[in-house]
């Protein structure tokens, strides 16, 4: 820290993101990004005709690719705002709607970020904790009289709420907005897209990250009522107007495109899952209901932080929090078939010696 540093971010402690390492290749499964490569589409999209127009500002309105999400959802261009990453969406949500007045609620267990930007942004929130089973509790975010933030499915407990209940919890905030972060929609979940045509008080997020194949090209998206994305654009223009550049713009676009290819990966990993579940359930892992790439497993026969360094050891990365209620678990991300059998042959060697 320099002298220069300002008080606020003094105060922060900043999001911390699973470990990239560089000392050798690993087996990643620890930031649930897809093992699949982008679809075809994408790589004739990024030519060199777009690499020359690097030299122009990109289309500040990202009209083709918020037209051709808003096609693939079954809503307007209006209803779509889009962002580097869900990350910068969530921000910018939080810089529209929150503050002293409209506070926070979340689950004490769920994405490690939504804590920072209320910090960062000095909103007081609220945390409700999750059942003994990990499953969110609906009745706690009943009447609540602050935005409702909610990743569904859930991260890092891999479990999904029906759409009905978070209906309910939408109606009984009709003043407060209710944010559904779908990261992890598209491997089972439900989406509640299509509360935003009855509600105008629910936005949804959703991320190219994890089953779209485009962590890198960072890449987010919101769906809400026309007046909410109005507010989000409000805030994008007063601090990132040009916050999608023309490679990825085309990408993404074409990804949308290609949506068959993503949701055939996606039925690749939700069967890999399965097998994966199946092995670990075989070896005494405990674990939740998965409805995402990961699943979040502990055993009696080795702790969390242990089994973690035992893989890590042996090339293979997975994630270990070191967080009250979770330290014992692991998430470890779905891979290929052949990356998820590598894991599963390992943690059955580590358990045997
Ligand atoms: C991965 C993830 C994000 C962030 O995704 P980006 O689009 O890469 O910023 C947001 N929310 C949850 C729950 C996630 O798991």
Not at 174 to 188: L, M, Q
């Amino acid at each position: 820290m320099s002298r220069f540093l300002n008080e606020r971010m003094s105060r922060m402690i900043p999001y911390v993101s699973g470990e990239q390492p560089q000392d050798k290749k690993y087996i990643k499964l620890n930031t649930n990004e897809s093992p699949y490569p982008p679809s075809p589409a994408v790589f004739e999209a990024v030519s060199t005709a777009e690499i020359s127009d690097l030299k122009l500002y990109p289309d500040i309105q990202a009209r083709k690719l918020r037209t051709a999400i808003a096609e693939l959802y079954g809503v307007e261009t209006e209803n779509v705002l889009v962002g580097s990453g869900s990350d910068e969406v969530l921000m910018f949500a939080f810089m529209a709607f929150f503050d002293k007045k409209r506070q926070a609620v979340f689950p004490d267990i769920t994405y490690s970020f939504y804590d920072v930007w209320a910090k960062l942004f000095d909103v007081p929130y609220e945390v409700k904790p999750v059942n003994d089973d990990f499953t969110i509790n609906a009745a706690d975010y009943l009447n609540c009289g602050k935005n409702v933030i909610l990743a569904n499915p859930n991260a890092p407990t891999a479990i999904a709420m029906s759409v009905e209940r978070i209906e309910k919890i939408v109606a009984a905030n009709p003043d407060n907005v209710v944010i559904i972060d779908e990261a992890y929609v598209d491997f089972g979940g439900e989406s509640c897209v299509p509360l935003t045509k009855r509600y105008d008080n629910i936005l949804v997020v959703q991320t190219f990250s994890k089953s779209r194949s485009m962590a890198g090209g960072r890449l987010g998206f919101a769906i809400g009522n026309k007046e909410l994305i109005a507010d989000l654009d409000r805030v994008r223009n007063s601090t990132n107007p040009y916050n999608i550049d023309r490679l990825i713009m085309a990408a993404g676009t074409a990804a949308i495109e290609s949506n068959d290819y993503y949701m055939e990966n996606c039925k690749k990993i939700i069967e890999t899952r399965k097998y994966a579940a199946k092995r670990l359930w075989k070896m005494g892992f405990e674990m939740t209901e998965s409805s995402t790439n990961f699943l979040f497993v502990k055993s009696d026969k080795i702790g969390g932080l242990e089994l973690y360094g035992e893989l890590k050891k042996r090339g293979i990365l997975v994630r270990n929090f070191q967080k009250p209620r979770i330290a014992d678990y692991n998430r470890i991300t779905i891979g290929t078939f052949e990356e998820t059998k590598i894991m599963l042959d390992t943690i059955e060697e580590i358990l045997s010696e």
